[in-house]
């Protein structure tokens, strides 16, 4: 670098000669400045006018607002309030309406033969199901028949009276067995000596026996070395013939056996159809037996039969039901095995339990008697006390079960009517039946379709009840008391009225008889009505004039008596009582009113500047809001005022007079105060009509155009360029600048950061900063946009403002170069 630097200076050194300014000899210090230009974007701001003013539009449509202008944006509201002492009276008629109806829908009702909901039933019988079944039995030994052990002879001699033989023994039956249990045979034969004079006892794995010994435990293997011992206490000398078995041997172990045809007889777990009721059933089907024992090379025969009691009702192999027996479901099904076992090579263990499986494959054919128990009461609905039937069959279905035949009754606690047949039906005549009654299904016997049967009750078309009693809490929940308690406030503002009033009762009560309601009034007319079939009824006002002054409530009683009856009801139809209450004619007329002042308008809170920040780009701008109202009256001379209090400003006004409260609201808004409004109505002596209306309409209109009161941000950003700190000792300028400068809102705004300001025009600004703004930028700074105060905007629709800064800086680098000693 250094000899860089030295070229450099050379260089320079030529050009002061060629310009004839050089200098006698070289300086001792020579100072150089590098300048480097570096840009450094700062952040992006994006502004949409809807970003502005939407929040500020969904809060004044929530009061009531409405645009009626896009450009420049101009928000109205409107009201309009009515006030006439026709509607003042409404509530009177509203209540007594609403009470006649209550009376009108307690004492309506409708029956028909599908409220009896138990005559039209559904049940489902579900018949035992016989599951497969799994167990085990011990089975202590298997007899194998009879063993030769050895067939020898042995030579006796008085003079050598014990003699001992050792004998290797050799069977084809088996490699090893262990005896459960057998009896020892030693047959002896000599036509020499005589044989009763010789002892013989053998030994065998080290354990001595005789003849006639029982054997237990014993394991013997094919090739075991047996000992013959023999004692002598004859005379003669000569030979003895040997024979020595095994009887019937049971084993409970044994490897490599041939076995042929041993017989076992096991008992296995009984089969239970229903450990509870007895009924009767046939079964078909067959029934599969597998069994699991320890050995090898064994094969199973098998003869399986099924006892209920005494009576075979399954056997063979395969093993198929008897269809034709009839047994009792309480009584369990033995089932009693024979097994033939046999195979060559077998190895078996009998110690170990023998296992095995039931699988049925069986299916109920037929029952007989069995117990449905079914009881449903059948009841009525809670307005009738009690019906008799006329005519009519319940027929009772069965899906699931054919050729049935079934027991159970209906009963109303006198009379008794039996399921019987008809029509190859099962059916019971409900004629002369009194409802409410129990229906009882006891037993049922038929060929089974389905192991899932169900029960269908239904009526037949002729099904009428002669005659339903209508429940006397019915009547009882009918009668009311309505008393209508006149408003003070009513009583204050009217002295008079006059009243044309008239209630309609429309019903129909089709096939209902001896019911009468009994209507008594202070003010309308008492009446008793009578309901019978279909018909309407009216009842008048007695009193033409009402006087406020006497006249404190309106009082009416209604009661229904009688012994109400439906008769002739008939399957498929509805019958009862509907009555509907309507007041066709409710005219007033001659208000004769008081000189009093009456609210018409509680106080509403129109804005609240105060709360709401979405608000405040409203509170900043001075702008031409008007609201003009006029107080009218119709078909009415009596002089009147309406009193509008404003956020606390008064404001009257007197019939046909129109004022304008824009400049109140606008008052208002500055001082960022609610703006709340409410209204009286203040009238002279005199009479009304019934058309008489007294009101007034007010429009407010809410420009979003106007003169900012103070400079207004509408967006804001911070940003951090603190990482720049190292380049301060070497910044020569700074610049700010855009790289995108887009602004289509028709605004007049300004763009402010640290303490400068420029206004946001078409072309592209610039920033100029020294270097303590520099200094300054780096700490956390923030860039806005505003709207400038005491300059002219409106706000339309549409619009953005899309700006990108970013920050120029010119950094100076300086060095110094010695030329001391170089002389």
Known sequence: MKKIIFIAIIALLFVFWSCGIVPKKLPNTLSIKLTKHVEFPITTMNFSIPKLIDPLLDKLNETGFYISKENPITLTYATSIEFSPGKMIDEISQNITKSLSDVATSLSFSFSIDNIAALNTQQEIQLPTIQDSSDNFNLTSINIGDITLFSTSIYVDPAYPNATVEISFSTDKFSSINIYESILSINK??????????????????????????????????????????????????????????????????????????????????????????????????????????????????????????????????????????????????????????????????????????????????????????????????????????????????????????????????????????????????????LPATFNLNYISGNVDNNVINIKTSLSDDFEIRKAKISNSLLTSAYKEISYEIPQQLKDYLNTVDATILIQFDYNATNVSDLMLKIQ???????????????????????????????????????????????????????????????????????????????????????????????????????????????????????????????????????????????????????????????????????????????FDAIMNLPLSGTPLVDTPILEENFDISDLRDLVDILDTATLTFNQWKNTTGLTAKLKILNKEITIGESTPVISFTHEDFVNLLEPSTISILLPKDEYIQINKKGIIDISPYIIIDLTVATKVSFEGRE
């Open 189 to 434: 034969t000599s036509s020499e000596v005589d044989p009763s004079k010789v002892e013989l006892e053998i030994i065998i794995n080290g354990t001595k026996y005789t003849n006639n010994d029982i054997i237990s435990n014993l394991t013997v293997r094919n090739g075991d070395k047996i000992t013959l011992v023999a004692t002598y206490t004859g005379t003669n000398s000569g030979n003895v013939n040997i024979n020595t078995k095994l009887l019937s041997v049971k084993i409970n172990k044994g490897t490599g056996l041939n076995i042929e045809n041993v017989n076992i007889n096991p008992s296995l777990s009984p089969i239970i159809i229903d450990d509870q009721n007895s009924w009767m059933l046939k079964l078909s089907g067959t029934l599969d037996t597998s069994f699991s024992f320890d050995a090898t090379n064994l094969n199973i025969d098998k003869e399986i039969v099924v006892k209920s009691g005494s009576t075979i009702v399954a056997q063979g192999n395969p093993l198929t039901f008897d269809n034709t027996k009839i047994i009792d479901a309480k009584t369990p099904l033995n089932i009693d095995a024979t097994l033939t076992l046999y195979g060559n090579n077998v190895d078996i263990d009998l110690t170990q339990p023998i296992s095995y499986n039931v699988i049925p494959n069986i299916a109920i054919e037929s029952i007989y008697n069995y117990p449905v128990n079914l009881e449903q009461y059948i009841s009525l609905p809670s307005e009738i006390l009690e019906s008799e039937i006329g005519t009519g069959t319940l027929y009772i279905e069965f899906l699931g079960l054919s050729s049935v035949d079934a027991t159970g009754l209906i009963t109303d606690g006198t009379s008794t009517h039996n399921i019987t047949s008809i029509n190859n039906s099962l059916a019971i005549d409900l004629s002369n039946i009194c």
């Open 521 to 695: 009034s202070n003010f309308f007319e008492n009446k008793d009505i009578y309901i019978s079939n279909s018909g309407t009824t009216t009842i008048s006002n007695t009193t033409q004039t009402i006087d406020f002054s006497t006249l404190n409530n309106i009082s009416i009683t209604v009661d229904a008596t009688g012994n109400p009856i439906i008769t002739n009801i008939k399957k498929n139809e509805s019958y009862g009582i509907d009555i509907s209450v309507s007041i066709p004619k409710f005219e007033l007329d001659n208000f004769s009113i008081k000189n009093q002042e009456i609210e018409v308008l509680p106080e509403t809170t129109l804005l609240d500047f105060s709360t709401n920040k979405e608000l405040e780009l409203i509170k900043n701008l001075e702008s031409d809001i008007s609201m003009p109202i006029e107080f009218k009256a119709t078909d009415t001379t009596i002089d009147a005022t309406v009193s509008l209090l404003v956020s606390g400003n008064l404001v009257k006004l007197q019939l046909g007079e129109m004022v304008n409260i824009g400049p109140i609201l606008s008052n208002l808004i500055k001082n960022a105060s609610p703006i709340t409004i409410s209204a009286s109505l203040t009238t002279d002596n005199g009479i009304l009509n019934q058309n008489s209306v007294f009101g």
